[in-house]
């Protein structure tokens, strides 16, 4: 099975620069989590929306890289079954004319 989570939209504080560090900013977070279902083991997608959230909102990273890499290692932990997961995470308001991104792929 895959749980695919779209336009997750947060206001975090995430960032190396000095105005990113004082005021939240929007980001948008994507996955997708592949996993072996059965009748007795299914991923809860409101879980994995709450544990996204407190590490964002509770961490206030630096780099994207970390937090990526935080979120994934959380959800493997959690959730053995999965079998790859796909994060990315996307600050669409930092430049003026584009959308930065970092992802990852665990498999």
């Known amino acids: 099975m895959t749980i695919e989570i779209e336009?997750?939209?947060l206001d975090v504080t995430i960032g190396i620069l000095d105005f990113e560090r004082k005021s939240k900013q929007k980001v948008?977070?994507?996955?997708?989590?592949n996993?072996?279902?059965?009748e007795d083991f299914f991923v809860n997608y409101v879980d994995?929306?709450?544990i996204i959230?407190?590490?964002l909102k509770t961490n206030n990273y630096?780099?994207?890289e970390e937090a990526i890499l935080d979120i994934g290692e959380n959800l493997l932990s959690r959730y053995p079954?999965?079998?790859s997961l796909y994060l990315k995470i996307s600050k669409p308001d930092i430049v003026k004319n584009g959308v930065v991104s970092v992802s990852?792929?665990?498999?």
Do not use: D, M, R
Not at 35 to 38: A, F, H, L, P, W
């Open 7 to 9: 336009a997750l939209e």
């Open 28 to 33: 948008i977070v994507e996955t997708k989590i």
């Open 35 to 38: 996993y072996n279902y059965t």
């Open 48 to 50: 994995i929306i709450g």
């Open 53 to 55: 959230e407190n590490l």
């Open 62 to 64: 630096y780099l994207l």
């Open 81 to 83: 079954k999965i079998v």
């Open 104 to 107: 990852k792929v665990w498999n």
